[in-house]
């Protein structure tokens, strides 16, 4: 039988084995790769939100010092554009048009970075000085920047053939069950917002690596990735149209990812083009203004949503209006962000009738597309908010609202209105739990002492529940090396999660090895057939378990060849600390003797478990508040976390993803948000101007688990990479309205609640 | 026109050929001296995540001008560590899971070392976290940070302590 290493095993608090390179800065990120020969190349850029350009001349930057290629629409006919991947179904059953970002824009462009033009030259200054010899002439045309505002009748128009801006319409629900519903209904409550734009802004910004091997006739791109095989395989088919096989991608360190290094960006088929044609190494590193301006932003819906109820605040019905902004082209998945958003929309309550119409506009903008959560943060805001101020409307206390519309633990397997089915939940379970940690009674008493010291203090709850792991699954290659370590194949990408420590902690468990002993591969399509990549929580509620699964085989194979060599029955032979060993003798063997003994077969097992329906991950999170009425600044002075998160792998790295996640979701509440002025110019196009989180004032969090077993994952798993991004936001923005109504009777503050809107709101009253 | 300086980076010492006197330190030690563990996240002095020590104190290398830089000392994440035993600061940033993809722990290792040096913290985790946000990290891994900023701090101290006894 297996003995785990508790020390390492699934479960365990193990530290991380990525980390020691990573505090040494022996990190290897992309712009960190420099080989022998390598070109730097440069982006020029529109200036303009909307134009018409003709570039009447290249050759004297083609002449310039340094240069070595100067690349237009017109040199890359055989390129095809960035594909969107994500097209929603309308009521009438099509497909929308899609409006595509081209490699290089021919004679328009859309927003303001759209890319017309790509020069390579010794040194990345000597190129851009070049791309300032490039003559363009332009013809300025007019931009439009706001949601509501590009649907209006004049609006200037982003894609004037189509004759509107708006891209789709996608319905889901019963219109007529829910006007019933309305009809039907002793209290209707109403909120309307912006869930604003956001940009992603890992540390690393993007940087792209094209090499041509002219003998194979194959490209390789290096660049930080969510999964080399997606990228792959839209580069090859949509940009290039040539197999796969043509092309290898390599990820090594990520600096971040968080939904928006998911896509394949115009960027990498110019590197490659580049490195063909000039026959060296071509790089691009994309600066913090490009960043802003031109890789996916996140959220940016405009919403109105109603809640029918009955005289006890029972829900009946929920009406939403919610306009996508999308940008000026459809991203690789951007209009689905909010189609699967709203599947999520009833959030953890029984409401049988739901009334959804999601517009998907265009704008001048940057497309929008899936950032840490994707459509289901703005889900998750969307109820929260409207369940609070559903409460505050009819009197009720927040938490008895929620408890009165809770799915109760008897109605699993619970399919929603949306036509969802969580499996498993206890809601008020973590609810209650979370209101003891915080202690939510106590709190009238602290918000009196605070209003001693001239502080308006409010306490807000946020109880959320996602979608992760998406149906789907992702392969695990194992293989017992020669030496007797063990190496792992998986097609997800760590982009710091830390997914070599989790995928090594159930091989541990398993085959009762240590750490330093298991290799774990992502990130080359050399090495992997193939993979799903990392993105909406899955790596491990769908990695994991084939890892375990295939360990498991592994393991198996391992004992029987033990046997074979020590005489011994398979039943008897147990694996541990890199040895089998009949149970109760000293008589073993060590992993490399084994391997030697095995045959190629019996070193090797996959494995590749299916898993049909998502996970549910949910929990509770409650922020306390304090506001300076002087300032409008506003200090979170206590935070409490409980999540369901199914089964924990590593608490180490759970904290780190709950942290994280949670310091995102309190940025967009409090702080960030992407200003266009209304012609399409980014205002906020660096970190003076976009406010993102900072060490200080950030509070102490107090999280802990309460985990319901996920029944729909095959080792109970929810998934967590996401979670605390989605609970935060709402929570933090309750509490904010919490002390603004307790002070003012105010019952709504525009996101993000900077102490400006805060001062602005408190001194209208 | 070539202008040539003698620093001392990791305590060895360099002859530098400055053809472009806007070279920044940032760019002297990624791009000519290959030490690539110093980040560039913004180039702006706006992130941190290039901080080295030079002469001791913090500085955002990507606004230092290296060509100012004459005589000076520069100390960057590659030299922190005593050949395989990390740097307590270091060691306090695993220990504490102090980050998550690493990109930005460089930068903040940096500001942590010189912030301690500084000798202004006495324990306080509002001080830390004042003195370390000029380090931003999208990771959000600052509760961790903080902590191993306090436990680094107490470690330094106590080996400070035991030296001079
Ligand atoms: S790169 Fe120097 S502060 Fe951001
Ligand atoms: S660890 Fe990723 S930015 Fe700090």
Redesign the interface.
Known sequence: MNIATPKFGVGASALRKEDMPLVTGRGRYTDDVHPEGTLSAYVVRSPYSAARFTITSTEAAKAADGVHLVLTAADIPHIGPMKCQGVATQPDGSKHAVREMPVLCESAVRLVGDAVAFVVADTQALARDASELIEIEWEMGEGIAETAGALAEDAPLVWPELGTNRAYTYKIGDERATEQAFADAAHVSRIAFTNQRLISNYMETRASLGEYDAERDRFTLTTGTQGVHGVRDTLAKDNFSIDAEKVRVVTNDVGGGFGTKAFNYRENPLVLEAAKRLGRPVKWVGDRTEHFLVDAHGRDNVVVAEMAMDAEGRFLGLKIDLKANLGAYCGQFGPMIPVIGTSMTTGLYDIANIDVTVTGVYTNTTPVDAYRGAGRPEAAFLIERLADTCARDLGLPVEEIRRKNFIRPDQFPYKTATGRTYDVGEFDGHMTRAMECADWAGFEERAEEAKGRGRLRGIGMATYIEACAFAGSEAANLELNEDGTVTLYIGTQTNGQGHSTAYSQFIADKIGIDFDRIIVHQGDTDRLAKGGGTGGSRSIPLGGVSVAKASDSLAEKMRKVAADELEASAADIELVDGEARIVGTDRTMTYADLAKAASMEDRKADAEIVQDEATYPNGTHICEIEIDPETGTSEIVAYTIVDDFGVTVNPTLLLGQVHGGAVQGIGQALSEEAVHAEDGQLVTASFQDYTMPRAEGLPNFTFETRNVPSTTNALGIKGAGEAATIGSTPATLNAVVDALYRARGLTDIAMPATPQRIWNALNAV | MTLSIHLTVNGAAQDVALD?PRVTLLDLLRERLH??????????G??G?CTVLVDGRRVNSCLTLAASLEGAEVL???G??RGDE?HPV?AA???N?G????????GQ?MSAIGLISEGRLDGDPER???G???????????????NAVLEAEATMSETAKEAAE
Do not use: H, W
């Open positions: 472009d030490l690539t563990g110093t980040k560039k996240g913004c180039d702006r706006q992130c995540a960057t994440i590659e922190v560590a990390l270091q940033f695993i220990a899971d980050f998550q993809c690493g990109y930005c722990t460089p290792i830390v976290r004042e370390m946000s000029g380090n931003l990290c999208r990771c959000g891994a600052y509760a961790g940070i903080t």
